[in-house]
């Protein structure tokens, strides 16, 4: 005889099928569009475009430019020594370092599948928006002096930090003249690699969201993140960093968090949060920049997720 298989085991099954049904296929088409940027964009070339620029027109070019940009934290941190040390004024940098980890091509087209058209389009918006407005701030704060003295490497144009550390992997390749069809091929062949790469953080992402969706109470839930809790908004901001693995593991998990019932806004702070003020994010800008900048852009980050999310509570919620 077989034995009963228990209700929330056959949920979780069923909404696990259900997430990877409607991600994988967008997640393998973001893929792609993640290989085609790198080939277009390399971090290299976004740094010589945003050293031209001051406040104001450089804070919209250095967002936009982390937002259509799929880096990770190594190419990130990367670029924003490499434009630290040619004198890019620190709010234009700082412009490009909020919007990098929080808006991508994964997050959007993930974003897409998991909430729809106008949620993911209101989140662009407003996270480049925070971005924006965020560097300014920062960059009239006189904080200058709390960027740690950054030498460039001459073989790889990573910074190093005068503390003896150095932010290592993701080093730009030197620019050669290929064909759009080269371009494309090589595309292809990223997009594998990041694909099988990437794969495990996403079906993680999905087992841990079909056990929210199924087993773990909605009144847990809702007691913590639900409406009923003044501070549900900035507890989610908080809780993404130390949960963060990657934004393919966070949509997931927040798509079941929305299933549950928690407002669309609580879940994009946590959404937010865990992108901004991961650890290892944290751990790379530790060679950038002095404790109380940390804890400023940490901050900053924890604010532009509360931000978000208490808009997105009172106009979509």
């Not at 069923?14 to 088409?29: K, N, Q, R, S, Y």
């Not at 670029?79 to 959007?108: D, H, K, R, Y």
């Not at 865990?274 to 790379?284: F, Q, Y």
Request: charged letters at 10%.
């Amino acid at each position: 005889m077989i034995p009963e298989i228990p209700p929330a085991v056959a949920e979780s099954w069923a909404f696990f099928v259900h997430l990877a049904i409607t991600l994988i296929p967008l997640f393998i088409g973001a893929s792609f569009v993640v290989g085609l940027a790198q080939e277009y964009v390399p971090p290299e070339k976004v740094e010589r475009e945003l050293q031209g620029y001051d406040e104001g027109a450089g804070n919209v070019m250095a967002a936009g430019f982390g937002a259509v940009t799929p880096f990770c934290s190594c190419s990130t941190v990367p670029v924003l020594g490499g434009l630290l040390q040619a004198g890019a004024p620190l709010g234009l940098s700082f412009s490009f370092l909020l919007a990098s980890p929080m808006v991508n091509e994964i997050a959007v087209v993930l974003l897409l599948g998991t909430f729809g058209f106008e949620v993911a389009l209101w989140y662009v918006v407003t996270t480049v928006v925070a971005a924006i407005v965020g560097g300014i701030v920062i960059g009239r704060l006189g904080l200058a002096d709390d960027v740690k003295d950054i030498q460039l490497n001459d073989e790889t144009s990573q910074p190093v930090a005068t503390d003896g550390g150095t932010v290592e992997c993701c080093a730009p390749s030197p620019e050669t003249q290929t064909t759009h069809r080269e371009h494309f091929e090589t595309a292809a062949r990223e997009a594998r690699t990041f694909f099988i790469d990437t794969l495990p953080y996403l079906i993680l992402g999905m087992t841990i969201g079909a056990l929210v969706h199924s087993v773990v109470p909605v009144g847990i839930l809702q007691a913590v993140l639900g409406p009923q809790n003044p501070l549900a908004v900035p507890l989610a901001a908080l809780f993404g960093a130390p949960i963060y693995v990657s934004m393919s593991a966070m949509l997931p998990i927040a798509g079941a968090l929305h299933e549950q019932g928690i407002a669309i806004g609580t879940v994009l702070a946590f959404i937010v949060g865990g992108a901004g003020v991961s650890i290892p994010n944290l751990i790379l800008l530790n060679k950038l920049f002095k404790r109380r900048l940390l804890l400023i852009y940490a901050g900053t980050v924890v604010a532009t997720g509360v931000v978000v999310g208490l808009s997105f509570n009172a106009f979509l919620g």
